[in-house]
Nanobody, 126 residues
């Protein structure tokens, strides 16, 4: 089992940047596929970015491609989401998630994730 704790959210102006962190405890995080999802008020939780367990492949939602980057630090058992050129429509609670399956492709399907953090609020507003 793994426990996930997100941090780094906050209020930022349009065009600004934030870096979210997700610290894992329990089993070694490097054996899990990793993902970021977000949920805006009144909307369903949606895929943002994902990375395979070995870091070899990544995937991004079209809405964030070219602006967001998922990365990891195995030594610190942490996955990051660097968010640049933020827009008001990026406002949401952001969740990190872990997938036990050692898939060859980055997992974009929410139902395949086994563990979730509590979320961190990101608000993009002037």
């Amino acid at each position: 089992q793994v426990q996930l704790v997100e941090s780094g959210g906050g209020l930022v102006q349009p065009g600004g940047s934030l870096r979210l962190s997700c610290a894992a405890s329990g089993r070694t995080f490097s054996t899990y596929g990793k993902g970021w999802f977000r949920q805006a008020p009144g909307k369903e939780r949606e895929f943002v970015a994902a990375m395979t367990w070995n870091g070899g492949r990544t995937a991004y939602a079209d809405s964030v491609k070219g602006r967001f980057t998922i990365s990891r630090n195995n030594a610190q058992n942490t996955v990051y989401l660097q968010m640049n050129s933020l827009k008001p429509e990026d406002t949401a609670v952001y969740y990190c998630a872990a997938d036990e399956g050692r898939n060859a492709q980055a997992t974009t399907n929410i139902v395949e994730y086994d563990y979730w953090g509590q979320g961190t609020q990101v608000t993009v507003s002037s």
